[in-house]
């Protein structure tokens, strides 16, 4: 019997601070400086590490080295704690990329391929250049493939609660995507709140819908996610209501890395995603427990900030600091 199952109360966390976090920040993170973060993670007792995503490098400069930082976690030691790795895939191609990752790897290094839609069709159009129809037909090859290669698949929903370019979103259209995705084959599916819009009744409204929709089945920490931003400080209110309708798994950044660009102005970027440190006050205070230890996760942010507060300083002196 798993720990998970032991206690009701245990919540999964996935640390997304390498992935969301730094996809749009401005500097670009020299890879060792992931590597870094990776390692402070790594022992931390998170379940679950997101670590890159396999996009094309025009769209996402940032992280256009997921090889080279795969290279670098392979050689990471092994122990009790060990989290499982996930990374992006819009397409065929992003898995290929993750699966010669694996096999350069020697082993599966990335255990999980997460597919991306949204419940908006604008945010859809601009993020990743397709329908929702379209972004669910190129997944039906991801997924069959990410499957026989013995990979578990998460299947985002971004706009959960509102779109930055078409405004709320009503909680029939998420059950309604989340309903595909389940068809489709996906283990898992994560609900995002991507640009932090969520209130407590309407983080409740959008969970009905889509577990009204879905069924019982899926409130289980392997298979349903809530993936907060916290633009308007209401996230952690969010985390308590989704706790109360059974919800056991989250999605955090340390530091809260991770401003959304359509949340941020010039100058001034949008808090990030929820902080896991955050996230793990919140369980706490509540009651709930984590595999992830509050120590580590703090070491961890402040790793981060020095990462960041590096890679600014030398984007500010045009590389030569
Ligand atoms: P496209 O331009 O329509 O793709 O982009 P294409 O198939 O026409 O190919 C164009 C070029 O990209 C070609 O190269 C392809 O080979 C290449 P070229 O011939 O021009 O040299 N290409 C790729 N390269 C590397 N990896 C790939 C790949 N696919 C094609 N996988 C595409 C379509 C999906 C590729 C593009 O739109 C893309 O990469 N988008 C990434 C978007 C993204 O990563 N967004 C952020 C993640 S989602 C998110 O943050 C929300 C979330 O946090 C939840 C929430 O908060 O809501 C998860
Ligand atoms: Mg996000």
Redesign the pocket.
Known sequence: MTALAANPNTVRITD?SL??GL??EAALVPTAEKGRLAQALWGSGVDEIELT????????PQ?GD?EALCVLVAGFEHGPTTPLLSA??????????LLAANQAAGHRLIGKA?V?T?ASEA?TRK????SIDESLQ?FVPVIAQSHAAGLRVRG?????IACPLAGPVAPGQVAEVAARLADLGVDEI?L????GAGTPESTRAMLEAVLGRLGPGWLSPERLTL???DTFGQASACVLTALAMGVRSF?ASVAGL?G?PYASQPGKPAPG?LATERLLATLAGAGYVAGASAGAIDRAAAEARDILARARAHCQTGGAA
């Open positions: 997304v992935r969301d996809q749009n995503s396999f996009v094309s490098a025009k769209w996402i992280l997921a992006l895939v819009p397409n065929e191609k992003g898995l290929a990329g997460s991306f949204a945010f993020n990743i250049n397709a190129r985002y929903i971004s706009c959960v994560d995002g709140d991507t640009i993936h907060l931003h999605d991770g959304c995603n």
